[in-house]
């Protein structure tokens, strides 16, 4: 089993920047890939940013230029460094892990709401 904890949600105003955080802990080695979802209120969950092995990342395009996700395997800890955030940004930001690409997000965290501003 894998924990996730989400934190650094909050309110900022359109061009502000915020960063997430997500502490991982448990059966580690099932999160090798870990990403980040958000959900915005009358839509579906949707991708936002991934990392695997050796520093890979992946973003989807709404993001890409504005947003960074790292990771610090030291601290078992992600982070999602969101720039230039727009009011379409504003949402509930989940982090996920899985074992491998090839695995389903088996593991979730509990969500943090990103308000932004107009």
């Known amino acids: 089993q894998v924990q996730l904890v989400e934190s650094g949600g909050g309110l900022v105003q359109a061009g502000g920047s915020l960063r997430l955080s997500c502490a991982a802990s448990g059966r580690t080695s099932s999160s090798s890939v870990m990403g980040w979802f958000r959900q915005a209120p009358g839509k579906e969950r949707e991708f936002v940013a991934s990392?695997?092995?050796?520093?890979?990342?992946s973003y989807a395009d709404s993001v890409k230029g504005r947003f960074t996700i790292s990771r610090d395997n030291a601290k078992n800890t992600m982070y999602l460094q969101m720039n230039s955030l727009k009011p379409e940004d504003t949402a509930v930001y989940y982090c996920a892990a899985r074992p491998s690409l090839l695995n389903s997000w088996d593991y979730w965290g509990q969500g943090t709401q990103v308000t932004v501003s107009s």
């Open positions: 990392t695997w092995s050796g520093g890979r990342t």
